[in-house]
């Protein structure tokens, strides 16, 4: 499952960061890393982008990248 698929309120852990070059670097340095839980707080009106929480704050991605993202429930 990846984080795109993942209900607003529910809470998963991410098992894999895909992505590749400057775009997985970034995600890892936003916190983005495995073993790290993360709640979907909010998904806009036409489906993207989504909020998620993580680590204390609140992180908004594309859906796109979210999609790269593995989670686990």
Same mark, same amino acid.
């Given at each position: 499952m990846t984080l795109d698929q993942v209900a607003i309120g529910e809470e998963a852990r991410i098992t894999k960061v895909g992505g590749e070059g400057e775009l997985r670097c970034r995600l #890892? /340095? %936003?916190? #983005? =890393?495995p073993r790290t839980a993360v709640r979907v707080q909010k998904v806009a009106? %036409?489906?993207d982008p989504i909020e998620i929480q993580l680590r204390?704050? !609140? #992180?908004? #991605?594309?859906? !796109? /990248? &979210? &999609?790269? =993202? !593995?989670?686990?429930?």
């Open positions: #890892l /340095d %936003m916190g #983005l =890393i009106p %036409m489906g204390g704050y !609140e #992180l908004t #991605l594309r859906k !796109e /990248d &979210a &999609a790269k =993202i !593995e989670v686990e429930k």
